[in-house]
């Protein structure tokens, strides 16, 4: 039984906030659809929605899922299995063997905003837990996001079939493709940011009380999807006050304006949490946000941003379209209000990203932060389709778009663009070392560094630094005790040390994986 501390009343109050926030923004949508939906001007968007479906086919069938981003992924399924079971945002660190599975002992409030472990938690209670749950719900999300930018584009550029090319330049992002077969949040966090910043640009074109209910209910449902998201409203915001100077108001707007601080709150709370630097062990002490970080980190992702090549993760060679195209457009006086309104929020995050510690693009697991302005970069054809007016260009762009898309994703998939980083080929390894020991979750403790890792597979597991200040709790004659060595040890020292153990109690080799990531099964004889 989980202890009540500060922190697992937060853990309890995140968890609870999150069916308000998303209850809201429905409902918030509902009533903008109902006030201004025009079903005559929506019926030209399924070509839109059916690209985006088949963008995202296209997507899931070539890429196969997998967690890439250890251990933020394994944190955020961890977390959606303890909102599945325990209706807690917490996750369980370190559990004993039981007879009706792992009997949790040690929890942690993760750093990362809850909203995603929600959504798939919410997956869990509909069919059980399953890690892949959280790669359906990157795919309905992928899904989500290109179809919302089709409907965006078509409706601005009053073109379906330049629409339908949108979603094929959005798989022809690698960084997105991944995102799409991944269960990280990057992908949900995006198409929320794409959401609010369209709510804005609706708004400031016809300011109604619907309208700004939508806006409103957005924000605060982004809020709830990433680290900086509170900083990247507050930049829409400042943008939107200076467009609109009178906040149009209702009843129901009334409530959300009251609601507001009370969902936001805990998000900040969170933020405080996060600050811890146990969190951050590669930070080494130095800021976790500086202009420091910002002025180190802009020229190399500048030069990633605009590689010429179809080797980056990023846009590539489109992304030399994007800046033409904006200044054209800007200089053609098309819709100066709401290139500022997307440009803002997409500037801050990106800024934000720069001046974080761990921004820069020569961290190749840190190139996923910039997934918003890699898409923005990536979607810089559609400005000059819709300067050009001509009725071969839609058809031009959606044939380019595909064929482009098809040459990225095949890129992802051998592995040519965004390879597998070391931490997942060694838990590859890992679970190559298991599955030839195959220990009984019932009976079988695995003490590891990447116990972690076990216990979102429902295998008991603790690092040796717990199993140091627990294995007097338990008689360990009752468990096969198996020390698992990883070649991640040394990269996670907070963790204790798997070799400590075995040089004072006698051990039998069960198994190794041998190669440039060595993995040992060993099991503790003392004591049985």
Wanted: hydrophobic content about 55%; charged content about 15%.
């Amino acid at each position: 039984m989980l202890a009540a501390t500060a922190t697992s009343w937060l853990a309890h109050v995140l968890y609870l906030g999150m069916p308000f926030a998303v209850g809201l923004w429905l409902w918030a949508g509902v009533r903008c659809l109902r006030a201004h939906g025009d079903r005559t001007r929506w019926r030209g968007l399924l070509v839109p929605w059916l690209a985006a479906a088949a963008a995202s086919a296209l997507v899931v069938g070539a890429v196969p899922p997998t967690m890439r981003m250890q251990f933020d992924e394994t944190s955020l399924v961890g977390t959606s299995q303890n909102m599945h079971r325990e209706r807690i945002a917490m996750m369980a660190t370190a559990a004993w063997p039981a007879p009706d599975g792992p009997a949790v002992t040690d929890w942690n409030l993760d750093k990362r905003p809850p909203l995603f472990p929600f959504l798939v938690s919410v997956v869990h209670d509909v069919t059980g837990f399953r890690i892949g749950n959280a790669f359906a719900v990157n795919a309905v999300l992928f899904c989500l996001l290109a179809g919302t930018l089709a409907t965006a584009v078509s409706l601005a550029l009053g073109s379906a079939l330049a629409g339908a090319g949108t979603p094929f330049l959005l798989a022809g992002v690698p960084l997105a493709a991944t995102a799409a077969t991944s269960a990280g949040f990057e992908l949900l966090a995006t198409w929320l940011l794409a959401v609010v910043v369209l709510a804005a640009v609706a708004f400031a074109n016809a300011p109604t009380p619907a309208r700004a209910n939508w806006l409103l209910a957005s924000g605060l449902l982004f809020a709830q999807s990433r680290y900086e998201s509170i900083v990247v409203l507050a930049a829409l915001a400042g943008t939107v006050a200076v467009v609109v100077r009178r906040w149009p108001r209702d009843r129901f707007g009334t409530i959300l304006i009251a609601l507001a601080p009370v969902l936001l709150a805990p998000i900040a709370l969170l933020l405080v949490h996060a600050r811890d630097p146990a969190f951050y062990p590669e930070a080494n002490g130095q800021a976790l946000v500086g202009l420091g970080h910002f002025c180190t980190h802009l020229p190399p992702f500048v030069a990633a941003l605009f590689d010429p090549t179809t080797g980056g993760a990023m846009a590539g060679p489109l992304g030399w379209v994007a800046l033409p195209g904006l200044l054209w457009w800007l200089l053609a006086r098309r819709a100066r209000v709401a290139t500022a309104l997307v440009a803002v929020p997409l500037l801050a995050v990106t800024g934000v990203v720069l001046a974080w510690f761990y921004g820069g693009v020569h961290e190749s697991t840190a190139l996923r932060l910039y997934l918003p302005i890699a898409v923005a970069a990536a979607l810089g054809p559609l400005l000059v389709a819709g300067l050009v007016r001509h009725r071969a260009v839609p058809a031009v762009v959606l044939g380019s778009a595909v064929a482009w898309s098809v040459l990225r994703v095949d890129a992802v998939r051998t592995g040519a663009v965004l390879p597998p980083y070391n931490v997942v080929q060694a838990l590859r390894a890992v679970d190559a070392a298991l599955a030839n020991v195959r220990p009984d979750p019932k009976r079988a403790l695995v003490v590891t560094t990447v116990a972690q890792y076990l216990l979102v597979h429902d295998l008991p597991a603790m690092s040796p630094e717990v199993f140091a200040r627990r294995e007097r709790e338990r008689d360990l004659a009752a468990f096969e005790v198996l020390v698992l060595e990883t070649p991640l040890d040394a990269l996670l020292p907070q963790k204790g040390d798997p070799r400590a153990i075995l040089r004072t109690r006698p051990a039998t080799l069960l198994g190794r994986i041998d190669g440039d990531l060595p993995v040992a099964v060993w099991r503790l004889t003392s004591g049985r």
